[in-house]
């Protein structure tokens, strides 16, 4: 069905600095072990094979380098010390690195692809990149920590895919490259976007909270990820229209009045949080005990949340955790929806947006003490602030996203804006497909209430 055409290695152009080592953060260390992050924007496009292979290819590789020059830990490596008690793990780039990028052509189903219906998770895998493979010299792992994939199909679309190892950066450093990328690519030029800067100064840290992370992650064996596959599992995409998020900050405040306002995220990963829920008990042999505790944990970019601010335009890892804990009884419960939307709202009002709290603690996040929890939760990749689907090769805006990476976790949703629906969000999720039989009715019969 996919045929690849060509395996080429993009490099910064010759005026490029000549090499960059980065040490580590502690938002960068948290993230070491975590299978890399798995992204896909299909973009409708008719484009025949020839045009795909003179006059785009060329123009994705030209753009790809000059936008490398700006952000060289890209084509750059993760050095993991091979004695983790004398080094510790850097990024870095030098002359001569480059970036992985395949070409290929695809005889699959685009508009299948690009459907919000249950689809076989594993088929999406084709339009994937692996990172490439790990090699050693006498100190380090040298890990590439990121890939790239054009897939043509002919006549319909293009689908641009992309691998990136977590501790290279979060959404919006990722999601800036590529904006970056696709903007250099439709304008022929360099990107009009300001530059990154990768200065670690700007990361307060007075606790030396890097080493404590550090000493906690080095004796975790470092070991490749490889694709889920098979996953036994469906992808589907649900979306909440302006109407039906207006309608469930109604349900929550009716309930909920003391809160004033709710968040149109609040109010939709708690739909999704609770609906999961209680949905899972349709499709579970075992009743589950009322008073276990129930976790969803949402990433939170706090680079204007600390104190003092890191700038926007920080590449790198720069995220703390929303936490919201509730007992199983509670969330399945009548009010379970504003119960939930309560927790996060009170969790973001109270910690995440005091700049006095957001970090308090942050030496204790290793401490293992939340694992038997966490390893229930609920948690959600990408945020609608940073929009992916904006990034305009010369193609317009991308059709559909999907985060493949929600495959490798037990329960992850992806959340990004709706196409289709001016105001909306779309919901991303990956399960068994009884299990996303249940979840699709129990999301529909709870908008109709």
């Keep these: 069905?996919?045929?690849?055409?060509?395996?080429?290695?993009?490099?910064?152009?010759?005026?490029?600095?000549?090499?960059?080592?980065?040490?580590?953060?502690?938002?960068?260390?948290?993230?070491?072990?975590?299978?890399?992050?798995?992204?896909?924007?299909?973009?409708?496009?008719?484009?025949?094979?020839?045009?795909?292979?003179?006059?785009?290819?060329?123009?994705?590789?030209?753009?790809?380098?000059?936008?490398?020059?700006?952000?060289?830990?890209?084509?750059?490596?993760?050095?993991?010390?091979?004695?983790?008690?004398?080094?510790?793990?850097?990024?870095?780039?030098?002359?001569?690195?480059?970036?992985?990028?395949?070409?290929a052509i695809s005889g699959g189903n685009f508009d299948e692809l690009v459907g919000n219906h249950p689809r076989d998770a594993d088929q999406f895998y084709d339009f994937v990149p692996e990172i490439p493979p790990a090699t050693e010299d006498s100190d380090y792992k040298i890990v590439p920590v990121f890939a790239l994939q054009a897939t043509l199909f002919p006549g319909r679309g293009i689908c641009i895919g992309f691998s990136n190892l977590h501790s290279l950066g979060d959404a919006r450093s990722i999601v800036g490259f590529i904006r970056a990328w696709a903007s250099t690519c439709k304008l022929a030029g360099e990107s009009e976007s300001p530059p990154p800067i990768f200065d670690r100064s700007v990361i307060n840290d007075p606790?030396?909270?890097?080493?404590?992370?550090?000493?906690?992650?080095?004796?975790?064996?470092?070991?490749?990820?490889?694709?889920?596959?098979?996953?036994?599992?469906?992808?589907?995409?649900?979306?909440?229209?302006?109407?039906?998020?207006?309608?469930?900050?109604?349900?929550?405040?009716?309930?909920?009045?003391?809160?004033?306002?709710?968040?149109?995220?609040?109010?939709?990963?708690?739909?999704?949080?609770?609906?999961?829920?209680?949905?899972?008990?349709?499709?579970?042999?075992?009743?589950?005990?009322?008073?276990?505790?129930?976790?969803?944990?949402?990433?939170?970019?706090?680079?204007?949340?600390?104190?003092?601010?890191v700038p926007t335009n920080y590449f790198g890892n720069c995220l703390s955790a929303g936490i919201a804990e509730i007992e199983h009884g509670k969330l399945v419960g009548e009010e379970g929806l504003s119960v939930a939307a309560e927790y996060m709202a009170e969790d973001i009002k109270n910690r995440i947006n005091n700049k006095d709290e957001v970090l308090r603690g942050v030496e204790n996040w290793m401490d293992g003490s939340k694992n038997h929890t966490w390893a229930r939760a609920v948690g959600v990749s990408g945020s609608p602030r940073f929009d992916l689907c904006d990034a305009d090769f010369g193609w317009g805006r991308a059709r559909k996203l999907e985060v493949v990476s929600i495959d490798g976790e037990r329960c992850s949703i992806s959340l990004c804006k709706s196409n289709d629906s001016e105001g909306g969000l779309e919901i991303g999720l990956s399960m068994p497909k009884e299990r996303m039989d249940a979840f699709a009715a129990a999301f529909a019969d709870g908008l109709k209430s």
């Design 207 to 309: 606790l030396k909270v890097d080493d404590i992370f550090w000493e906690a992650k080095r004796k975790i064996p470092f070991t490749p990820s490889s694709f889920p596959i098979p996953t036994n599992r469906v992808r589907a995409t649900f979306t909440l229209h302006q109407s039906d998020i207006k309608k469930l900050k109604e349900m929550v405040l009716a309930k909920k009045a003391g809160l004033g306002h709710v968040s149109s995220f609040v109010v939709t990963a708690s739909y999704v949080w609770t609906t999961l829920v209680k949905s899972a008990e349709h499709v579970e042999e075992e009743e589950e005990d009322q008073s276990t505790l129930e976790c969803f944990i949402f990433a939170v970019d706090i680079r204007e949340r600390v104190n003092p601010a």
């Design 1 to 103: 069905m996919t045929t690849f055409l060509e395996t080429c290695w993009i490099p910064p152009p010759p005026s490029s600095a000549a090499e960059l080592q980065l040490p580590l953060s502690f938002f960068d260390v948290l993230w070491l072990h975590f299978h890399p992050i798995r992204r896909l924007l299909f973009y409708e496009y008719s484009c025949s094979e020839s045009h795909f292979s003179e006059t785009l290819i060329p123009k994705l590789k030209e753009s790809l380098s000059l936008t490398l020059k700006h952000y060289l830990p890209v084509a750059g490596n993760l050095l993991y010390p091979l004695n983790t008690a004398a080094h510790k793990p850097l990024l870095r780039y030098v002359s001569g690195d480059s970036v992985s990028l395949k070409i």
